[in-house]
């Protein structure tokens, strides 16, 4: 397999490992990047990991995954809730997306349970902390290998 898988962090996650450790564990998010970098390669895949506080900085992303991507894994935080900007982004692209939450986010207070992300990813991973990217770059390598299997 080949090509790249971008992966995307959106606001706060700069602080993970900090930032309400009994939410969100005391994994650094350097380290979920070394995790997801040794995921991709042993799948086949580049990766392009990205983090950023800015909801423009991160539509300009998403729309940057449309040429150079082969899927996108995206956790947007706090984005997840109320971004109609970052939405409207992901849907344009073609390619698989996983969404990521650290936290279960449906046991989470309301005001954190519906993601409108969810509307444009193919799949949806939350409550495995840092686990869950690996999770989702494998689920997606999955998909790209299925979906470039000869029919039978």
Request: aromatic share 6%; charged share 20%.
């Amino acid at each position: 397999m080949s090509g790249t898988v971008y992966v995307l962090n959106g606001p706060n996650l700069n602080l993970l490992g900090v930032r309400e450790p009994h939410l969100y564990g005391s994994t650094t998010l350097a380290q979920v990047e070394q995790q997801c970098r040794r995921v991709a390669e042993e799948v086949g895949l580049g990766c392009e990991f990205r983090q950023s506080n800015h909801e423009g900085v991160l539509v300009d992303w998403v729309q940057e995954a449309r040429e150079r991507a082969c899927a996108l894994v995206i956790n947007p935080a706090g984005l997840s809730f109320r971004s109609i900007p970052l939405l409207d982004a992901l849907k344009t692209l073609d390619q698989p997306i996983a969404e990521v939450h650290v936290t279960n986010i449906h046991r989470r207070d309301p005001l954190y349970q519906h993601s409108l992300v969810s509307l444009a990813a193919t799949g949806v991973i939350a409550g495995f902390g840092p686990y869950g990217y690996e999770m989702a770059i494998r689920a997606l390598a999955r998909r790209l290998a299925d979906a470039a299997a000869p029919a039978s």
